[in-house]
């Protein structure tokens, strides 16, 4: 049995040049989530996954919970849209530290969204660039902030998607 020349004097060197053209040659369809699709941390290591219809949530060291009706005392809603920079603001309107706190994080006019509303509470997931997401979490007149990152491997795996279908 005869083999290639070249991978016999550079068997590393074809591995390495075969493994860069693999990312583009397995990048299938976007997945459902559009932009916010993929795993999501905060600094605490709470993962969230956005999918068509719902968020999974999976707290650190516990299993994931898809979000539903079934979850959300029987009141559930989900869907991506785009808000203003003013519409996302106005989500802390009695909280003036909040409100400073976002307006220093949301400097573009709009920005997508994913939003949630789960029980009498609800979560506002703004996509700040291809690696940060805020949450703007509310519960009655009460809101919080959570910023959640993407995963590096996650964030490589969708520059690639784009470049080979762009």
């Not at 964030?155 to 762009?166: I, N, P, Q, V």
Request: aromatic share 6%; glycine share 8%.
């Amino acid at each position: 049995m005869r083999t290639l020349p070249l991978l016999c004097h550079a068997p590393r060197a074809t591995v390495l040049a075969l493994a860069a053209l693999l990312p583009a040659g397995c990048v299938g369809p976007e997945p459902p989530g559009g932009p916010f699709a993929g795993t999501w941390s905060n600094a605490e290591r709470h993962q969230v996954m956005f999918r068509d219809s719902t968020v999974v949530q999976q707290p650190a060291g516990a299993p994931p919970t898809a979000l539903s009706a079934a979850t959300c005392d029987g009141k559930f809603r989900f869907g991506y849209a785009r808000r203003s920079r003013d519409a996302l603001l106005a989500l802390a309107p009695r909280q003036p530290d909040l409100r400073n706190r976002l307006a220093q994080m949301l400097v573009r006019a709009d920005y997508p969204v994913a939003e949630l509303g789960c029980g009498e509470g609800g979560t506002t997931y703004v996509l700040l660039d291809d690696r940060d997401l805020v949450a703007i979490h509310r519960d009655a007149d009460v809101a919080g902030v959570e910023q959640l990152s993407r995963s590096q491997l996650a964030l490589a795996w969708r520059r690639a998607s784009k470049a080979a279908s762009g």
